[in-house]
């Protein structure tokens, strides 16, 4: 019962009003700062190729986005590490 009120007046913390939310303010932070999403994924892309070199990452769990502030924006990386690896590997042309 308490559960149908908090939703008529407008108290809804179900995840997936979470996740709305988390997507529309990532929709508007990308917007103010003219990235477009192409751009986050080849950033995201690139991240993840520097830092296979380093480390074991978990690359289906990685979440890159931008933040921002009053007149700062900042790059937001989670990254999951798995291992980290022994030798620096680099690519060979």
């Given amino acids: 019962m308490l559960d149908f009120l908090n939703k ?4 809804d913390n179900s995840p997936s009003r979470t996740v ?3 997507r529309l303010r990532l929709v508007l932070v990308h917007d103010r ?7 986050l994924q080849s950033l995201k892309t690139d991240l993840i190729q520097v830092i296979n070199n380093y480390m074991e990452i978990d690359e289906e769990a990685l ?23 022994r ?7």
Avoid: C, W
């Avoid at 931008?66 to 937001?76: I, P, R, T, W």
């Fill in 8 to 11: 008529i007046f407008g108290r």
């Fill in 20 to 22: 709305a939310k988390e």
């Fill in 33 to 39: 700062v003219g990235v477009s999403p192409q751009l």
């Fill in 63 to 85: 979440e890159v986005s931008l933040d921002s502030s009053e007149n700062q924006v900042a790059l937001v990386a989670n990254i999951p590490v798995r291992k980290m690896k």
């Fill in 87 to 93: 030798k620096f590997q680099t690519e060979t042309a």
